[in-house]
């Protein structure tokens, strides 16, 4: 008999650590979201990186984002960019050139303002992450 209650209060015990971790955790699938989140606002952080690579006072920004315009913008042959493409949905980013010096990169997050307090400790003074739109807005010079 105290072995069936044992079996039990053993089972009871797993059962309730699955959960507790569940609950801290996450679910897989939240875990995937959040990943794809990440890379997403790394991307993001890298295709705008990717526009400082020039000190050329006259430049003025691409009018789209593609492995053609950045190696001519930046004036290398070689340059590999970032990737253009979202990894979860296959959409590309959403580039918009505001002006000649001023752009937005943006994509669609799953939970974007866990990214902004991600991405607050390593502020750039060039660009900034504005959650509720999802987009990196910056500025060459």
Same mark, same amino acid.
């Given at each position: 008999?105290?072995?069936?209650?044992?079996?039990?209060?053993?089972?009871?015990?797993?059962?309730?650590?699955?959960?507790?971790?569940?609950?801290?955790?996450?679910?897989?699938?939240?875990?995937? #979201?959040?990943?794809?989140?990440?890379?997403?606002?790394?991307?993001?952080?890298?295709?705008?990186?990717?526009?400082?690579?020039?000190?050329?006072?006259?430049?003025?920004?691409?009018?789209?984002?593609?492995?053609?315009?950045?190696?001519?913008?930046?004036?290398? #042959?070689?340059?590999?960019?970032?990737?253009?493409?979202?990894?979860?949905?296959?959409?590309?980013?959403?580039?918009?050139?505001?002006?000649?010096?001023?752009?937005?990169?943006?994509?669609?997050?799953?939970?974007?303002?866990?990214?902004? #307090?991600?991405?607050?400790?390593?502020?750039?003074?060039?660009?900034?992450?504005?959650?509720?739109?999802?987009?990196?807005?910056?500025?060459?010079?």
């Amino acid at each position: 008999m105290s072995t069936r209650a044992f079996m039990i209060a053993a089972v009871g015990a797993t059962l309730l650590a699955v959960i507790a971790g569940a609950y801290v955790v996450g679910s897989p699938s939240e875990a995937r #979201r959040r990943t794809f989140d990440d890379r997403r606002y790394q991307e993001l952080a890298m295709l705008a990186g990717t526009l400082l690579c020039t000190s050329d006072k006259t430049t003025v920004l691409p009018v789209a984002l593609t492995t053609e315009s950045l190696r001519s913008y930046c004036g290398a #042959r070689n340059l590999q960019p970032p990737a253009f493409l979202d990894d979860e949905t296959g959409e590309p980013y959403k580039y918009t050139r505001k002006s000649e010096e001023d752009y937005s990169i943006c994509a669609k997050f799953h939970d974007a303002h866990r990214v902004a #307090r991600l991405s607050s400790s390593s502020p750039n003074t060039r660009w900034a992450f504005e959650p509720a739109s999802g987009c990196i807005t910056g500025r060459i010079r």
